[in-house]
């Protein structure tokens, strides 16, 4: 059995990473704040989401270098996403509802709602 050692190293800021949803019983669709706590990087966006690979979601960075958004999603549904840092990184979500193997030989995070 081979080791596996990380690409690259990610500095994480004091905050966790957090996925917080909220879903509305009478609305058909649920609130989902996504927070990435990184520091040391200019940009971060969502991808995936919706199945849209090519319209990032931006993120909002705070100053303790985390960043942050907030999303609309339908009720009831699975999401592969990513993020995407400084325009060139990818990285998933540890605390995602799970991972998937996609075809690109990494893989995706995902979100149950």
């Known amino acids: 059995m081979?080791?596996?050692?990380?690409?690259?190293?990610?500095r994480a800021s004091k905050?966790?990473?957090m996925?917080?949803?909220t879903i509305?019983?009478?609305k058909?669709?649920?609130?989902?704040?996504?927070?990435?706590?990184?520091?040391?990087k200019e940009s971060?966006?969502?991808?995936?989401?919706?199945g849209d690979w090519k319209?990032?979601?931006?993120?909002?960075?705070?100053?303790?270098?985390?960043?942050?958004?907030?999303?609309q999603l339908p009720k009831s549904t699975q999401h592969e996403f990513r993020y995407l840092l400084n325009?060139?990184?990818?990285?998933?979500?540890?605390e995602a509802d799970g991972e998937i193997v996609n075809g690109y030989g990494t893989s995706n995070s995902v979100l149950s709602l």
């Open 24 to 26: 509305y019983k009478t």
């Open 19 to 21: 996925i917080q949803k």
């Open 44 to 50: 971060a966006a969502i991808l995936g989401l919706n």
């Open 15 to 17: 905050q966790p990473n």
């Open 28 to 40: 058909d669709y649920s609130k989902v704040k996504f927070t990435l706590a990184i520091e040391d």
């Open 2 to 10: 081979g080791y596996h050692f990380p690409l690259f190293v990610l």
């Open 87 to 94: 325009e060139t990184e990818w990285i998933n979500e540890p």
């Open 55 to 71: 319209n990032p979601i931006p993120m909002k960075k705070k100053k303790d270098g985390s960043f942050t958004a907030e999303v």
